[in-house]
Nanobody, 125 residues
């Protein structure tokens, strides 16, 4: 019922930048939160950055993993509900598959907790 379409992954040299986008669609009534996670081979999926939606734009709460603070910025488009992750000063250790996640309420009823298909980010030294 809810789909997340991710885009923007790729190969970049260390120090470079990439922007990931996550566009939701479906019978969505409202969002509780959207975020980006990453999972390297053989490792668990960890939070990179998230936005917990407040009742107003000024009430949104953003959360970042310590390893990306100051380098990554998460933001949302209030018109399309698309969430973007701007990644600057990329390091080889940022190499991973990045997954978008969204949680919220369905229309007319119910809830969702949906993952995207993942997009590969590779940072070369």
């Amino acid at each position: 019922q809810v789909q997340l379409v991710e885009s923007g992954g790729g190969l970049v040299q260390a120090g470079g930048s990439l922007t990931l986008s996550c566009a939701p669609s479906g019978s969505i009534s409202s969002f509780n939160a959207m975020g980006w996670y990453r999972q390297a081979p053989g490792k668990q999926r960890d939070l990179v950055a998230s936005i917990t939606y407040g009742r107003s734009r000024n009430a949104d709460i953003t959360t970042y993993a310590d390893s990306v603070k100051g380098r990554f910025t998460i933001s949302r488009d209030y018109g399309t509900a698309t969430v973007r992750l701007q990644m600057n000063s990329l390091k080889p250790e940022d190499t991973s598959v990045y997954y978008c996640n969204a949680r919220g309420a369905l229309h007319p009823s119910g809830s969702f907790d949906t993952w995207g298909q993942g997009t590969q980010v590779t940072v070369s030294a």
